[in-house]
């Protein structure tokens, strides 16, 4: 039985190696000025397929190289309800659609942000084209990017929106449980309140601007990715598969 993954790394090897993509896993990564770009591979339990990439920044504390961010398959000229691939429709053609949506689109991506201020306008631009807005839920990157180019203003206001964001809705899931199942009991309850403490903490941060706290998440950070980059280029890797948090 032919493998997908075996197929797929030899057949997006010479796409990538051009642009001095490394790869891990079912990863193909760049680290490039204060960024890692990656596209990746998913393959579910039913054996469908589908193709993410993303611009992470370097502060994020990564320890995997699996992002679900931006999916391929909505540049696909097919339904939104077909996005998926057939393993055997890839393997029998080589993967040519995703490579050809990888050439036309992914690339191009990649090659406009090479560092925190580019990348930060080109992911903005993309959740414009796809979305037809700024997607809250990648704000945490979008902040990094902008601490990192020292554009405050705008930072503060991206770590705002996404803690008011969590905030909401860890209360309406607390809500939707106990419709569903009853009161709450009192661990479950204590978990979720320390959740929306820790966010409103990060909105005290923000508010009051601690630029000492804010320059250790990007040290802190970095230290973690890089640590982790350096582990999987030596061949040991990671068998973590979380990713860090703002």
Not at 130 to 158: D, M
Not at 189 to 203: F, G, P, S, Y
Request: charged content about 25%.
């Amino acid at each position: 039985m032919i493998s997908v993954a075996r197929q797929y790394k030899k057949a997006f090897q010479p796409v990538f190696a051009e642009y001095g993509f490394q790869s891990y896993k079912n990863a193909f990564y760049r680290v490039i000025n204060d960024v890692v770009q990656v596209f990746c591979l998913h393959r579910y339990r039913d054996g469908m397929c589908e193709f993410f990439f993303d611009i992470e920044s370097v502060s994020l504390g990564l320890s995997e190289l699996d992002t679900m961010t931006y999916n391929i398959a909505l540049l696909r000229d097919a339904p939104f309800e077909c996005r998926d691939w057939y393993p055997a429709e890839l393997i029998d053609t080589n993967f040519s659609e995703v490579i050809q949506l990888t050439q036309k689109y992914v690339l191009p991506f990649f090659e406009k942000g090479i560092d925190a201020g580019s990348a930060y306008q080109v992911i903005r631009d993309h959740e414009q084209q796809i979305y037809g807005r700024e997607a809250i839920l990648f704000s945490g990157v979008k902040f990094l990017f902008c601490l990192q180019a020292k554009n405050y203003t705008q930072a503060a206001k991206y770590m705002e929106d996404l803690a008011n964001h969590n905030i909401e809705a860890i209360r309406e899931h607390m809500t939707w449980k106990e419709g569903y199942f009853g009161p709450l009991s009192r661990e479950e309850k204590e978990v979720e309140e320390a959740k929306i403490l820790r966010n409103q903490q990060k909105l005290e941060k923000v508010r009051n601007w601690d630029a000492d706290y804010w320059d250790e998440v990007l040290k802190t950070g970095t230290a973690k990715t890089m640590s982790f980059l350096s582990t999987i280029q030596s061949g040991k890797g990671s068998k973590s598969r979380r990713k860090g948090t703002v």
